[in-house]
């Protein structure tokens, strides 16, 4: 017994040590931020001389016009909200009728949607951006460098793996809940939207989860739809454009980076159980 | 049964947003994509696109940047997947221990994976270029005094230190699922028995786990493959070396490289050809994983 403590406390002891060392970029990025310009040449690695630097460099920051951090971080809100209502709403919907019609019509699309998981963004890429200029052309309609574009793009992206886990807990789902509304007089819809809709909720929170993460972090199709430097930009387009335009200023770079986490962080410790299983679920599933 | 027409306009109803974002930006690019693989399009709108077949393809088979950037992948992608599963595979051991703060092990070392990959792999920079030099010069550790990512071969470690550092957490979640599942019981019979840690891992808990390291395997493969956020950030492709006499940029991953072709060498025929050839080593991979896992499953 008193050798299996030892060794348990051995464990516990390199488990720690081990999650320090995972933790120490994020010392750095902290203590950084912090500091003034001169501090980060001289002494990286130590505490900075006062916290009240941090002051400055947050008033830097807002105030830099090439970060426009404050116009980023709405920009980003409004993208990934937008993003994940009308994709949690119209997956949520397409998978309930999609379970609920056996057709050859419904089978065939389904798997269309399974099938296009696999097809990587890269290879949709650079015709989706001329694809967009061709229907502005046509339509009139601008959908490069506008909110209502990215988010029609996020729909498309993210609808697939949606509609799959929404797909697999329908399936789930007694019908003759469905029928009893049905005879008490619900039209279909109502049946969706009063009785489906909140049993979802468990798997709705799971595809939140997936996209708001992958959508909040997201900077491959935001680069492409709306690019740097655009009047709307991403938090992390903003950031690569701040880095890469000028002299790099680590101590401001690093005050930006540290809020671009700090949100996500923020809701991953409220809600991590839901965060790790939702993320694990929904790729292994995927 | 006839379907009443109300059923079939909420079918069309309810499917239609999402079938028409679908194929507005995954089927009709994806078609077009293709197709422009085999002309000389220059990706501007409405200008007529000349057939030239397989000429862009034959193209790719001359081109040593982008022989090399693929070499370099294939060896990343394998490298970090066989890094990433051991490291995962060693905290999901560890934090499955009765330890005293295991859950918030396992939520820290997690963590990585909520942060998007540019920005860790701007943090991560910083780190390599200042930090670290800084901690060689303090603790006279030789190797740490240059940046590793000004070497081309240390760059090439340094980006796979990093996506394991970020992924691991994650892949060790789908271990620490796996290892719950063993049966106590199991282990305490083989306990009883005589067989030490060792053993009860090597015949017990291993083959009990193994469907989660042909999921693990695939799942880190693909990634790493598909690879860009960290890839930009943390290297942007550099530093540059020679490859069969020609200067190539030393961390250019695929995904980096097809942009780059498209959007800085405004080759857009070629890197759309190259996305292609993207596309097919990965329909090939999902292939082998949906073969692999069924294998799995009918063994149990």
């Given at each position: 017994?008193?050798?299996?403590?030892?060794?348990?406390?051995?464990?516990?002891?390199?488990?720690?040590?081990?999650?320090?060392?995972?933790?120490?970029?994020?010392?750095?990025?902290?203590?950084?931020?912090?500091?003034?310009?001169?501090?980060?040449?001289?002494?990286?690695?130590?505490?900075?001389?006062?916290?009240?630097?941090?002051?400055?460099?947050?008033?830097?920051?807002?105030?830099?016009?090439?970060?426009?951090?404050?116009?980023?971080?709405?920009?980003?809100?409004?993208?990934?909200?937008?993003?994940?209502?009308?994709?949690?709403?119209?997956?949520?919907?397409?998978?309930?009728?999609?379970?609920?019609?056996?057709?050859?019509?419904?089978?065939?699309?389904?798997?269309?949607?399974?099938?296009?998981?696999?097809?990587?963004?890269?290879?949709?890429?650079?015709?989706?951006?001329?694809?967009?200029?061709?229907?502005?052309?046509?339509?009139?309609?601008?959908?490069?460098?506008?909110?209502?574009?990215?988010?029609?793009?996020?729909?498309?992206?993210?609808?697939?793996?949606?509609?799959?886990?929404?797909?697999?807990?329908?399936?789930?789902?007694?019908?003759?809940?469905?029928?009893?509304?049905?005879?008490?007089?619900?039209?279909?819809?109502?049946?969706?939207?009063?009785?489906?809709?909140?049993?979802?909720?468990?798997?709705?929170?799971?595809?939140?989860?997936?996209?708001?993460?992958?959508?909040?972090?997201?900077?491959?199709?935001?680069?492409?739809?709306?690019?740097?430097?655009?009047?709307?930009?991403?938090?992390?387009?903003?950031?690569?454009?701040?880095?890469?335009?000028?002299?790099?200023?680590?101590?401001?770079?690093?005050?930006?980076?540290?809020?671009?986490?700090?949100?996500?962080?923020?809701?991953?410790?409220?809600?991590?159980?839901?965060?790790?299983?939702?993320?694990?679920?929904?790729?292994?599933?995927? | 049964?006839?379907?009443?027409?109300?059923?079939?306009?909420?079918?069309?109803?309810?499917?239609?947003?999402?079938?028409?974002?679908?194929?507005?930006?995954?089927?009709?690019?994806?078609?077009?994509?293709?197709?422009?693989?085999?002309?000389?399009?220059?990706?501007?709108?409405?200008?007529?696109?000349?057939?030239?077949?397989?000429?862009?393809?034959?193209?790719?088979?001359?081109?040593?940047?982008?022989?090399?950037?693929?070499?370099?992948?294939?060896?990343?992608?394998?490298?970090?997947?066989?890094?990433?599963?051991?490291?995962?595979?060693?905290?999901?051991?560890?934090?499955?221990?009765?330890?005293?703060?295991?859950?918030?092990?396992?939520?820290?070392?997690?963590?990585?994976?909520?942060?998007?990959?540019?920005?860790?792999?701007?943090?991560?920079?910083?780190?390599?270029?200042?930090?670290?030099?800084?901690?060689?010069?303090?603790?006279?550790?030789?190797?740490?005094?240059?940046?590793?990512l000004a070497d081309p071969r240390t760059a090439f470690f340094?980006?796979?230190?990093?996506?394991?550092?970020?992924?691991?957490?994650?892949?060790?979640?789908?271990?620490?699922?796996?290892?719950?599942?063993?049966?106590?019981?199991?282990?305490?019979?083989?306990?009883?028995?005589?067989?030490?840690?060792?053993?009860?891992?090597?015949?017990?808990?291993?083959?009990?786990?193994?469907?989660?390291?042909?999921?693990?395997?695939?799942?880190?493969?693909?990634?790493?493959?598909?690879?860009?956020?960290?890839?930009?950030?943390?290297?942007?492709?550099?530093?540059?070396?020679?490859?069969?006499?020609?200067?190539?940029?030393?961390?250019?991953?695929?995904?980096?490289?097809?942009?780059?072709?498209?959007?800085?060498?405004?080759?857009?025929?070629?890197?759309?050809?190259?996305?292609?050839?993207?596309?097919v080593v990965l329909a090939v991979l999902s292939l082998l994983?949906?073969?692999?896992?069924?294998?799995?499953?009918?063994?149990?």
């Amino acid at each position: 017994m008193r050798r299996r403590k030892a060794y348990l406390l051995l464990l516990e002891l390199v488990t720690a040590l081990l999650f320090v060392l995972y933790f120490s970029p994020f010392y750095i990025l902290v203590v950084n931020a912090f500091k003034s310009r001169y501090e980060v040449l001289t002494d990286v690695l130590g505490l900075p001389d006062s916290w009240s630097q941090a002051m400055a460099n947050l008033r830097a920051i807002l105030a830099n016009p090439n970060l426009r951090f404050g116009a980023s971080a709405l920009s980003s809100v409004i993208i990934t909200s937008c993003s994940l209502v009308v994709i949690a709403l119209f997956s949520a919907m397409a998978a309930w009728v999609l379970v609920r019609t056996r057709s050859r019509v419904s089978t065939f699309v389904f798997m269309m949607y399974v099938a296009a998981m696999v097809i990587p963004f890269q290879v949709v890429m650079l015709p989706l951006v001329s694809w967009m200029r061709m229907i502005h052309q046509w339509t009139g309609i601008p959908m490069l460098r506008t909110y209502h574009g990215l988010i029609f793009a996020y729909l498309g992206f993210g609808s697939s793996l949606s509609i799959f886990l929404y797909h697999g807990f329908i399936k789930g789902i007694p019908k003759e809940l469905e029928e009893a509304a049905i005879i008490d007089g619900c039209s279909r819809p109502q049946v969706f939207f009063r009785i489906i809709l909140p049993i979802l909720r468990p798997v709705t929170v799971t595809v939140l989860i997936l996209n708001g993460i992958w959508i909040w972090n997201d900077f491959l199709l935001p680069l492409l739809m709306l690019g740097i430097g655009n009047e709307i930009q991403t938090i992390p387009l903003a950031i690569a454009g701040f880095i890469g335009s000028f002299v790099k200023q680590w101590e401001l770079i690093m005050l930006a980076l540290l809020l671009a986490i700090v949100p996500v962080v923020v809701l991953f410790l409220l809600a991590q159980k839901h965060i790790i299983r939702g993320m694990v679920e929904g790729s292994v599933k995927g | 049964m006839r379907q009443s027409t109300e059923a079939k306009v909420v079918f069309w109803g309810f499917l239609s947003p999402t079938l028409f974002a679908f194929l507005m930006i995954i089927v009709i690019p994806f078609i077009l994509g293709v197709y422009y693989s085999f002309t000389e399009w220059t990706g501007v709108a409405g200008a007529s696109n000349a057939w030239v077949g397989l000429q862009n393809y034959a193209d790719l088979l001359r081109e040593k940047r982008f022989f090399y950037s693929f070499a370099v992948t294939a060896a990343y992608s394998l490298v970090s997947m066989v890094v990433i599963n051991l490291v995962a595979f060693v905290l999901a051991l560890l934090v499955t221990q009765e330890l005293k703060g295991r859950n918030i092990y396992r939520a820290g070392f997690f963590l990585p994976n909520v942060i998007g990959g540019l920005i860790l792999g701007y943090i991560w920079q910083f780190v390599f270029n200042s930090a670290l030099p800084r901690l060689g010069d303090l603790l006279s550790i030789g190797f740490l005094r240059k940046s590793m990512l000004a070497d081309p071969r240390t760059a090439f470690f340094a980006l796979v230190f990093v996506v394991s550092w970020q992924y691991a957490g994650y892949i060790m979640m789908i271990y620490v699922a796996a290892l719950q599942n063993v049966p106590q019981e199991l282990l305490e019979a083989a306990a009883i028995d005589g067989a030490g840690p060792w053993q009860r891992l090597r015949h017990i808990t291993l083959p009990m786990i193994a469907p989660a390291f042909t999921v693990n395997s695939f799942l880190t493969l693909v990634n790493s493959f598909k690879q860009f956020d960290v890839n930009v950030s943390l290297t942007g492709g550099m530093p540059t070396t020679t490859f069969a006499g020609e200067p190539v940029f030393a961390t250019e991953l695929l995904a980096m490289n097809i942009y780059n072709t498209a959007l800085a060498m405004n080759d857009y025929a070629r890197g759309q050809a190259k996305a292609v050839v993207f596309f097919v080593v990965l329909a090939v991979l999902s292939l082998l994983q949906v073969y692999f896992n069924k294998k799995r499953e009918v063994e149990l």
